[in-house]
């Protein structure tokens, strides 16, 4: 084994969003940064609809041109609910909201737009690896001291770093081997989604929209344009309702799609161009952000189901919180847990409105419509949680919400590990 120790001060496992942020970010405060990626080269992932407050990290990032300029995306405007007999609500236009640049966000296409974020942080000077990957981390006396990465040819090596954040996504790298899953216990559902060709779109300033359309039982369609006359379609339910007839992803999916008047519409024009995919890693968050010499972003530290498509805010908007926590803690000559305290509970307080208003979704007291007609006047309250604006007092809205909606406590865990709990 090879023992590679050369002043590293931050090691990142993972090149999605979330690493890509805190790779660049880190380079960008002067940090020598090795970021270590499985892919060989930039590859297909889940996650294409962006909501308004990415474009914060994305500015701190200096990408927005990059993004808008690129052939990667489609601008999307608003998002709209197709209802079970096929009526469509008006669309929730965020520039109606605000007349910030955010209000005008994207579809993107992942593969390209992870690209983007990667060159990104290569060019503000952090080292990418691709075509390796983590395997273990280093510890000593219960600090993480480095990782142990295994390369295309299958040659281990050591590297070593005062901390390593861990942003390799629902592979969840270090809660896995630390044993820190823990589900959230009401949102087990299952997605299955593909790509079609020639579906029906709308045009102008309707041509991104994003589609959310109900089924019985509380299941979703998401109808996602991307460029090129490719839609991502997938339905979203629970897994005992979904795979309780066939185990067939296509039969499943084209038996729901049926089911949808919206849906069966705009897809009867098209035809599918991708295989049918697959997921029930659904909603959990790690018991710990953190622990010495290591911490959590994005996917890796906590998931929330896709339906209000928060999933890359959160990447993005953590990968830059904990390159700043890191380059804090680096400069302090610190890098325990308690260093990462703050950014854990940002990132959970943030986080919980939009699992509030998930977990009332799919509550079969609830629907939009009928809320926004007793409470009118919070409709800017649920516009600024569907854009990621979540920094507010959210308490007044989610009493009216829990009107129809049974809602859940905050999730206790999530804070670091912290050396006097685990040696009291
Ligand atoms: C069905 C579904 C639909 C979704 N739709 C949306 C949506 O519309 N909008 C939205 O914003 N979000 C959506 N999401 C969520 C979104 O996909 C994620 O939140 C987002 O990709 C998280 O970014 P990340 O950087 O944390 O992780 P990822 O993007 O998963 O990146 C993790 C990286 O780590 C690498 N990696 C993993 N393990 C290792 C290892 N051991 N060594 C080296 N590298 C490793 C992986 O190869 C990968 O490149 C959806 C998710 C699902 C499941």
Redesign the pocket.
Known sequence: MKDSTEGIDAIV?????????ASAILAEHGRRVVA????VES?Y???????PF?WHPLNRLGVVDDVRGSGFVVEKNSVQFAGLEGSVSKPFYFFEHTDHPCARTWQVV?KDF?RMLRANAARKGAELRFG????ALIEVDGAVCGVE?QDEHGEVSELRAPVTID?????T?AQTKLGWRVPDAKLRKV?I?TYYEGAKRDTGVDEGT?TIAYLPEKGWF?Y?PLPNDRV?V?V?AEKDYLFGSTRSPEEIFQREAQLQPWIKDRLSTGHVIEEY?V?S??SYRSRHCAKDGLVL????FS?LD?VF???????LE??VRVADAVHAALAAGDTSAARFEAYGARFREQMEPMRKLVHAFYDDDFNFGKFLKRHPDLRADLTDCLIGDLDKDFDPFFRAVSEFAEMPEPLPHGGPLMRSAEHP
Do not use: K, M, Q
């Open positions: 496992i993972g090149l999605g969003p979330a690493g890509a942020a270590i990626e499985r892919d590859s992932r889940v996650g294409e609809s962006l909501i990415c992942r992870d390796h990957t983590v395997r990465v942003a390799s996504g629902r592979a790298f997605a989604w994003t998401w996602i991502g997938g979203v995919r997921t890693e659904f972003a994005g996917d890796a998931f896709p498509s928060s999933g890359v805010y959160f990447a953590s990968g």
